[in-house]
Structure formats: C-alpha cells, structure tokens
C-alpha cells in the first residue's frame, strides 16, 4: 500500500479535518465519510486509541461533538507533515 493511499482513509480525513475545524458535531462529519457505519466504526476505533475524544450535549436534539485529543493533535502534525512531503 503506498503512503499517499494511507493519508486519504476515513480515519486519516477524519484527524485532517478535526484538526482544520477544531471541535466539529457528527452531522458535519456526515459530509466527510458518507458512510455512516464507517464513519461509526472509524470514529469508535480512533476514540479507543486516544486519537478524538466525543462530547454529548443534552440539549434537544442531542449532539455528539468530536475533537482531536493531545495525542491526536500531534498524530495529525506528524501526517500532515507526511501529506506537505510526499506533495513536493
């Protein structure tokens, strides 16, 4: 599998765009994965290794809102760096 191709999974996007837009709600993440059971699966495995971490509202309807943890804001420093390399 070449590098560029581990850069564009769902779980790569995801860390991207958590770590463009900051802190982001599941419906938003809907227009990224369109898949919502890959985007379900993806979301679980990247919050069980410590990547985002969820938050949910209690206001009606009640949201889930996703951000990069500390270890995953520098995950995504160090594939972003990967991305800037392989594209010059």
Do not use: H
């Not at 993440?29 to 209690?58: A, F, H, M, Y």
Request: proline letters at 3%.
């Amino acid at each position: 599998m070449k590098i560029w191709n581990i850069l564009e999974t769902p779980c790569a996007r995801i860390i991207f765009f958590l770590s463009e837009q900051g802190e982001v709600r599941y419906s938003k993440l809907t227009k990224l994965v369109p898949s919502r059971g890959t985007l379900s699966s993806n979301l679980r495995d990247l919050e069980q290794e410590g990547l985002i971490k969820r938050r949910v509202t209690t206001t009606k309807p009640i949201q889930s809102i996703y951000s990069l943890t500390e270890k995953g804001t520098i995950i995504a420093e160090n594939l972003l760096q990967m991305r800037k390399t392989l594209r010059s």
